[in-house]
């Protein structure tokens, strides 16, 4: 899949990624973008975590998300240094809520990256509620059918990034590309075939539908608080998703690719859908670990070190 945000272009990103979220900082990195002192580890990649308190950390497009700037910073050192890397460039990946993700139909679209940025940025003026100027935007083309460009655009409020981009620096690394979370997983299957997938966070659900480079569908709601309007939302969200599978691929989804904060298990008994099995969108890594890893999903760091050089 396309990666968004991209200041380097795919399968030219960093070799090692940095997923922020509300339980934690989790780092990885191709085993050859470390350094050679530490213990030796086989080929793939290493993994390092480091938790955070709750509320540390909140997604919010409206808000300062570090509640505990502190905290934030202590586990984002101990997670990256933990790496050992070479060079200090990341692939930073960000929570769902906080990038808005759009496929857009237009006429012409300029090939100058500049000027695509430009007339994305000018459609996605009356689409966001936030400042499109001081905004990072991304986009790229997906699909062109003649004169019809259909084209995938992002877009994150600038003092977010802004915000998460110095805690980067603050620790001593620089941001080389910055990705959504959902996205970024959707980079670690490839597949030709179609694929229905869900993304659980804390407060928020994302919902995919991709048939091999072509995003079909992209949604993040925010979830209530309340456990049955939570619930009952979740179960809506998925069932939307695999409508609009049905209807785009002319077949129901044979399997629901997961990632989120519930077992693969519990949230197939979650979405009430006796059709439809919830599998492990990534496996959790067997070796590679230089720090305790907790149950949660990778998928979205082996999106983002998939699309590495």
Known sequence: MPSILNKTKRNSRPPAAVEFSPEGILA????????????????????????????????????????????????????????????????????????????????????????AVAVARFRLRKMVSFDVEQAGVSCQLLAQNGAEYKVLAAIVPGPILAEYESAVRAAGYEPGAVLSSSLAALEATDSTEGILAASLAAHSITTAVALGDELLLYRTLDLPPEPWSRAAEIARAVAVAAAYFEDKLGAPPRALHYAGILSPAEFTESIANPALQAIEWTTRPEEGALSALPQISYASVQGALAGAS
Do not use: H, Q, W
Not at 32 to 44: E, F, H, K, Y
Not at 62 to 79: G, H, Y
């Open 28 to 115: 990885a990195a191709l085993v050859s973008a470390r350094a050679r002192r530490g213990p030796a580890i086989g080929r793939g990649s290493v993994y390092a975590f480091a938790p955070l308190a709750e509320d540390a950390l909140v997604p919010s497009i409206e808000a300062p998300n570090f509640r505990a700037p502190e905290a934030v910073a202590a586990a984002l050192r101990t997670a990256l240094d933990a790496l050992s890397l070479r060079k200090r460039a990341l692939t930073l990946i960000l929570p769902d809520p906080l990038v808005r993700v759009f496929v857009l139909d237009f006429d012409a679209f300029p090939a100058k990256p500049a000027e």
